[in-house]
Nanobody, 121 residues
Framework: QVQLVESGGGLVPPGGSLRLSCAAS????????MGWYRQAPGKQRELIAV???????NYADSAAGRFTISRDNAGNTVYLQMNSLKPEDTAAYHC???????????????WGQGTQVTVSS
């Protein structure tokens, strides 16, 4: 079984910063790409940032220049550093990872339970 657990959300004033973390654990053979999505009430889910196993990254236009995605050396934890936060960044943030399970030897996309980010004064 594979689990993704996020942490680091909270309430922050406009212009502030937050760092989200997501740790993958369980029966993992290999982790490929990892990323962050967000979903605000009444809006579609939005892919914010992706980091490949080799370290290359991609960002949504809404995140470029303000957010930075990274992974730890072991590759099992992904981070999202969010700076210059705006009220429109308020959403539930979910991490996702494409993981090859030791149990099935096949890859699948896994999701965390989400962490709430609220940007408000």
């Amino acid at each position: 079984q594979v689990q993704l657990v996020e942490s680091g959300g909270g309430l922050v004033p406009p212009g502030g910063s937050l760092r989200l973390s997501c740790a993958a654990s369980g029966s993992i053979l290999r982790i490929n790409a990892m990323g962050w999505y967000r979903q605000a009430p009444g809006k579609q889910r939005e892919l914010i940032a992706v980091i490949q196993r080799g370290g290359s990254t991609n960002y949504a236009d809404s995140a470029a220049g303000r957010f930075t995605i990274s992974r730890d050396n072991a590759g099992n934890t992904v981070y999202l550093q969010m700076n210059s936060l705006k009220p429109e960044d308020t959403a539930a943030y979910h991490c996702t990872a494409n993981i090859v399970s030791r149990d099935t030897l096949s890859n699948a996309n896994y999701w965390g339970q989400g962490t709430q980010v609220t940007v408000s004064s």
